[in-house]
């Protein structure tokens, strides 16, 4: 779609440009008109049901309604725990209300890990305590903590170059900031530190790690985050500091030899339960055709999970409620996936993986990117199906959604069947300051915008309807 795009534009340019020659003297050019790009026609009365999804979903409630009772009646639900099996049980009497079909609950384990004490803090003449947040994975200390000096870095590059000797003994602060984004893509690169830093420093003889949080806000609370395990052989205890925390702990450290306790305590059990919980509108013509929408159910505990991804969970079951209510179902099955576990892991979405990608899948996407209004519109497809992501987009312009480029990812939980050969597309939200919030104790309800939510579900039951009531074949790329 971008090269599509980059040609277009060149074409503009040239016939622009031809264009004034021709008002030159001396300049005779035929200019060729240009033929727009292919799209897939719909038919009228796939179009009056756009618009009249469009239009109730720019009026409807419903799926701030669903969010504000999952984190009012749940809450926080950390994968594997009681709060998490609560929100499954949650989910099924929610989709039983909305009238959906065919719900349940598939199960499964997984590792599990919660930390019950995270404490930090500047030893010697001047001590300052600092808040952390154990990073998922992380080891308990010693009983009673540890102490150490501590040696920054700015970032994994340096810690890799390091000689072992600069470690060896010390706790390691990797004080790498994160740029803020529209996009989300700064993320990408921040992440690396909160699951590299571990095994990097203990190969090097460090004692433990810290990192700057991974986000983009200057509060002082930390950012959560990481695997239920560490990287295979990394037993280091680590743990994100508040970005005030970070700024106070680089001017110690800059100023002479500066020490810092850490005491964190881990709960670590093996084969913890979880599942996804699943629902269906079945298909009126093709029903074994399944168009996926999803998003995960469990979240970190500092929080409320209301924009990660409370939020998710109510745009796709609202978009799905509001096609179950028209006159006639779609021509394939939309199926609701809320993934569990996917915080420390993606465990749900491998699990939904291993048991249905066999099935057809025609095309999937996730939602979990906050409640920010969509922008853009991005597909997966191999050539040939272009024209079906151009005559969607199409149908979300009246909502202010631009046409992107064909490299979706589809989301996490939908990472394994895209693998599978399932197309996927991304409806693109502005999370310019998603990872303000994001892991942290300001993920609560207050952060959601209702009219940006709305926006969410209207772009939602678009995309969803259409891909459902159509013939059309989204092949992936090869």
């Not at 999804?53 to 725990?81: F, H, K, N, Q």
């Not at 209301?306 to 099955?333: E, F, K, Q, S, Y």
């Not at 491998?350 to 048991?355: K, L």
Request: one cysteine or more; aromatic letters at 6%; a negative charge.
């Amino acid at each position: 779609m971008r090269k599509i795009a980059v040609m277009m534009a060149a074409l503009a340019f040239a016939s622009g440009a031809s264009a004034q020659q021709q008002q030159q003297p001396g300049f005779q050019v035929a200019i060729a008109p240009q033929a727009p790009p292919t799209v897939s026609p719909i038919s009228a009365e796939q179009q009056r049901t756009v618009d009249r999804l469009r239009a109730a979903a720019l009026e409807s409630d419903l799926a701030w309604d669903i969010v504000e009772d999952l984190v009012t009646e749940v809450g926080p639900r950390l994968a594997g725990s009681e709060a998490e099996a609560r929100a499954r049980d949650w989910a099924v009497a929610m989709l039983r209300e909305n009238r959906f079909t065919n719900i349940r609950i598939e199960p499964f384990t997984i590792p599990y890990w919660d930390a019950i004490r995270e404490e930090a803090s500047i030893v010697g003449p001047a001590p300052q305590p600092m808040v952390i947040a154990a990073l998922g994975g992380s080891p308990s200390t010693p009983q009673g903590g540890l102490e150490a000096q501590v040696v920054r870095f700015p970032d994994m590059a340096a810690l890799e170059a390091a000689p072992n000797a600069s470690v060896a003994g010390r706790i390691v602060f990797i004080d790498e900031r994160m740029g803020r984004t529209q996009d989300g893509s700064s993320y990408g690169a921040a992440v690396a530190k909160r699951g590299r830093c571990a095994p990097v420093a203990q190969a090097k003889g460090a004692v433990a790690c810290l990192i700057r949080s991974v986000g983009t806000d200057p509060h002082r609370f930390a950012h959560q985050g990481g695997s239920s395990r560490q990287a295979l052989g990394a037993s280091l205890p680590a743990a994100a500091l508040s970005p005030a925390d970070a700024d106070l702990l680089a001017r110690r450290i800059a100023r002479g030899p500066t020490r810092v306790r850490l005491n964190i305590e881990a709960d670590i059990r093996e084969n913890a339960p979880s599942g996804n919980v699943i629902a269906e509108i079945r298909g009126r013509e093709r029903p074994d055709e399944i168009i996926l929408i999803a998003a995960h159910l469990d979240s970190w505990d500092m929080g409320q999970g209301a924009i990660d991804d409370g939020a998710g969970v109510a745009v796709i079951t609202a978009a799905a409620r509001l096609i179950r209510d028209l006159p006639r179902r779609p021509r394939r099955t939309i199926r609701i996936l809320l993934a569990g576990a996917e915080e420390n892991g993606v465990h749900g979405g491998a699990a939904y993986a291993r048991a249905h990608s066999s099935e057809p899948h025609i095309v999937g996407a996730e939602s979990d990117f906050g409640a920010g209004r969509i922008y853009r519109f991005r597909t997966r497809f191999a050539e040939n199906a272009l024209p079906y992501g151009r005559a969607i987009q199409r149908q979300l312009a009246p909502l202010g959604i631009i046409a992107g480029d064909n490299a979706a990812n589809g989301g996490a939980d939908t990472s394994d069947m895209r693998q599978a050969g399932m197309p996927v597309v991304d409806l693109s939200q502005d999370g310019l300051d998603y990872f303000d919030y994001h892991h942290t104790p300001d993920d609560t309800l207050d952060k959601i915008d209702p009219e940006a939510l709305r926006q969410n579900v209207a772009a939602w039951a678009i995309f969803t309807y259409l891909a459902a009531d159509s013939d059309w074949v989204f092949t992936a790329p090869q």
